[in-house]
């Protein structure tokens, strides 16, 4: 399983943006379907974003789309998630995640690895 770390976190005013990173160790980067997550407090893991291996493929949850854009550099084994127009309901902790094989299921349990998470909150 590929060991992910996150950054990119903070504090940010409503109408912001921030860049979140996730770097992951191994050589078999390339090959995963890479993700976002995120949760608030008392509230379930909801998915943000995912992109397919070659990066030519992306998927976005509803309540992101538009504003966010997920990418990555697998020169790098760097996956990012750009954040622009943040809302206050967009703070929560965001997590990374990586899954081997790709597919229409985009349920947490799908993907086999996970970041600590890194905390994004957004004032009003």
């Known amino acids: 399983q590929a060991q992910l770390v996150e950054s990119g976190g903070g504090l940010v005013q409503a109408g912001g943006s921030l860049r979140l990173s996730c770097v992951a160790s191994g050589r078999t980067f390339s090959r995963y379907t890479m993700g976002w997550f995120r949760q608030a407090p008392g509230k379930e893991r909801e998915f943000v974003a995912d992109?397919?291996?070659?990066?030519?493929?992306?998927y976005y949850g509803d309540s992101v789309k538009g504003r966010f854009t997920i990418s990555r550099d697998n020169a790098k084994n760097t996956v990012y998630l750009q954040m622009n127009s943040l809302k206050p309901e967009d703070t929560a902790v965001y997590y990374c995640a990586a899954r081997a094989i790709g597919g229409p299921n985009r349920q947490a349990t799908m993907f086999g690895s996970w970041g600590q998470g890194t905390q994004v909150t957004v004032s009003s």
């Open positions: 992109i397919g291996w070659s990066g030519g493929s992306t």
